[in-house]
């Protein structure tokens, strides 16, 4: 019997903290639209979201693709198909690494950033002296982070691949010794610029939506107190990883299946 | 008297916590009202139920012309304009400098051109005292000076309405001493009319025309400084003199003392 | 930081990811022209498909002019129907070309190849919403094992 309850009382809070959070990203970005204020914010936060994640994000696809040219190459030659490695370095990247570890790093790099940053602004009355000043936090503060975050990441998971793709090329070709014009040639013969790449980049805009949306509704909600916002950057981190992954499933049973 | 802000019978529940009973109070124009009370009795409750914050579950609160429990999101956008708040921690936003700080509801309420903009700006610094201070960040101001820092971006838009919200908590004497003597000179010279949440009773009772003390859900005590003095109220003469014991007690609610102790080590 | 400063970096951001996109698109994707610009449709019936998929490439010599759009089988005679899309830019097939089910590699992909036929006066040439007549079904491995059993029995 309690078990139900249980399960009954999650379920209304999760539903509830869904439509709290949508109604929120709904009054932040619905409404008359004023570029000459919102741009230079915009800027600022593209900054903040996007190139403070850049380095972190590089770093990890050189290595992510050397790793995969290195496994793959030693699992190819066994079956003498290391000239399939391309194919095997790109289409992993570009389909479920590219997207899905940007999304994760952007998830512990820029969204914990974000919830904290809100949760502190909100602790120390900073969002309700905006709105006792007849600015609304939510436009001000919630709407540029949002457009901020929905343009970086698929960006990011972009370099991600190709600089992962480079590294793959760095392991197979320049120290492993797969031809240099097969690696790239039957990489392009199965790489396909709709399916892959687009579906790619479709799935890091939804990623993108997902965690910087769960960051921001995270710092909004937070509680105002030190434990409050520790335990909200990390559920920021933890719920964004969860959403990340199981999106991720869906989104390639439908796009691949 | 003409009165800026009246509350009438409010009635406000945070969850299942009752914070007001039928709470009325009056700040007349032009003045300073003090809203006092012991702690956590909900005085900046009451600050932000003026400012539209927190909604009353009943009761009215007019400010102005506007009747701020009625009012929409733009509406009540459009009263916030011609009043404002000094919080707590000064609440200035700690990316960008003093300057930009108070120069921030300017720009994001006028179309003034950046000139004018710098000499508001300095103005209302010079009348803080920090004109000095303008290129630095919020983190590098002592307590004192991040509230004089404050109280000049709240001036910024010229309100009718200025909240202060425990303005001396934590202050040194002389930063405190600032303070008092800015409130009241700000509010004789720019005619604003001021409400002044405290417990320091002394600082308050030299600058406040008006005094409310807030006790129990409810009020207890209300009118000049002079009147309350000789109000018959026990918790207003408790409060006013600061006493330790009295109709607030001393003691948190608990059971008999020696029957705790001789319970030994059993905790309760 | 100054204002200037982060326009900067922020244009240093977005000129990277264009970079970036730049070189998957040039580098990593294919450009056979195939699937983009214009193309048409043939069909061709084939007895048994084995492993051909939508979006397998259609291949002239190797090259690749068109891709497998669709397949369908073909209620009334159980043939399968494939959908072909070849670029306008090679539309002189004669209807006497033949198209085969081949296998890139022992364990590779199976593909169509295409065999353009003899041209001649009273040879049209193939249009869009045309079918090939002349087809080849792809090889089955038991099939093959099997005809090579019954003519060794043969002996």
Redesign the interface.
């Known amino acids: 019997m309690t078990f139900f309850i249980k399960i009954g009382r999650n379920t209304l809070n999760i539903l509830q903290g869904v439509g709290a959070a949508s109604i929120m990203l709904f009054q932040a970005l619905v409404g008359k639209p004023e570029p000459r204020k919102m741009f230079p914010l915009l800027i600022r936060q593209l900054y903040v979201v996007g190139v403070q994640s850049m380095l972190i994000i590089l770093i990890s696809g050189l290595f992510i693709g050397m790793v995969l040219g290195l496994q793959g190459y030693t699992i190819l030659v066994d079956f003498g198909a290391e000239q399939a490695l391309g194919p095997m370095v790109a289409l992993s990247l570009l389909r479920e690494l590219g997207p899905v570890v940007t999304a994760l790093l952007f998830a512990g790099r820029a969204g914990s950033a974000l919830t904290a940053e809100i949760g502190l602004m909100r602790a120390t009355e900073q969002l309700s002296s905006l709105e006792m000043m007849a600015v609304d936090p939510l436009r001000r503060v919630v709407a540029p982070r949002f457009w901020a975050g929905f343009i970086s990441m698929p960006l990011l998971a972009l370099m991600f691949s190709a600089v992962g793709i480079y590294g793959g090329f760095l392991v197979g070709v320049q120290w492993l010794g797969v031809d240099d014009g097969a690696f790239w040639s039957v990489m392009q013969a199965s790489v396909e610029w709709q399916n892959d790449i687009l579906n790619g980049f479709i799935k890091s805009l939804v990623f993108a939506i997902v965690v910087t949306w769960i960051a921001l509704y995270k710092g909004y909600t937070a509680a105002p107190t030190s434990p409050g916002i520790s335990a909200a950057t990390t559920q920021t981190v933890v719920y964004s990883s969860l959403a990340v992954l199981g999106l991720d499933f869906v989104l390639t049973a439908v796009m691949f299946g | 008297m003409d009165n800026l802000v009246e509350v009438k019978d409010i009635y406000f529940k945070r969850g299942d916590t009752l914070i007001y009973e039928d709470v009325s109070v009056q700040v007349p124009r032009g003045k300073v009202t003090a809203i006092m009370g012991p702690s956590g009795c909900g005085k900046t409750t009451l600050l932000?139920l003026i400012?539209g914050?927190l909604k009353p579950q009943k009761g009215s609160i007019r400010f102005a012309d506007y009747e701020i429990t009625e009012l929409g999101?733009n509406q009540l956008?459009?009263a916030?304009?011609r009043?404002?708040?000094l919080?707590?921690?000064g609440?200035?936003?700690?990316d960008i400098t003093v300057f930009e700080n108070v120069a921030?509801?300017l720009r994001?309420?006028t179309n003034l051109p950046e000139n004018i903009i710098a000499t508001v700006v300095k103005m209302k610094l010079e009348a803080v005292g920090l004109r000095g201070a303008g290129k630095l960040f919020p983190q590098e101001l002592s307590g004192g000076m991040a509230r004089r820092a404050a109280l000049a971006r709240s001036i910024a838009l010229d309100p009718e309405l200025i909240m202060y919200d425990e303005p001396f908590a934590g202050q040194d004497p002389i930063s405190m001493g600032m303070l008092v003597k800015l409130i009241r000179s700000l509010n004789s010279t720019l005619g604003l009319t001021s409400i002044v949440v405290s417990h320091d009773i002394h600082e308050v009772m030299s600058i406040a025309d008006h005094v409310v003390i807030l006790a129990n859900k409810t009020v207890v005590g209300q009118g000049t400084p002079e009147e309350l003095k000789r109000d018959g109220n026990d918790l207003v003469q408790q409060f006013l003199r600061g006493e330790a014991d009295g109709p607030v007690p001393f003691h948190y609610a608990a059971s008999e003392y020696e029957s705790d102790l001789l319970a030994g080590g059993q905790k309760k | 930081m100054e204002t200037r400063k982060i326009e900067l970096l922020v244009g240093v951001f977005i000129s990277a990811a264009v970079v970036a996109l730049i070189f998957l698109a040039l580098q990593v994707a294919n450009q056979s022209s195939a699937m983009r610009g214009e193309t048409y449709t043939l069909y061709a019936n084939f007895d048994n498909i084995g492993g051909l998929k939508v979006r397998s490439p259609v291949k002239v010599g190797g090259v690749v002019v068109g891709r497998v759009a669709n397949i369908e089988l073909d209620p009334e005679y159980f043939e399968a129907v494939v959908e072909l899309q070849i670029s306008k830019s090679f539309s002189q097939f004669p209807e006497t070309s033949s198209a085969s089910i081949l296998t890139s590699g022992l364990l590779g992909e199976q593909y169509i190849g295409l065999e353009p036929g003899f041209m001649d006066d009273d040879v049209f040439v193939l249009e869009d919403g045309d079918s090939i007549f002349s087809t080849n079904s792809a090889v089955v491995l038991e099939e093959l094992i099997g005809q090579f059993l019954f003519s060794q029995g043969d002996n």
């Open positions: 932000r400012g914050q999101r956008f459009e916030r304009k009043m404002s708040m919080f707590q921690s609440a200035l936003f700690s921030f509801p994001e309420h």
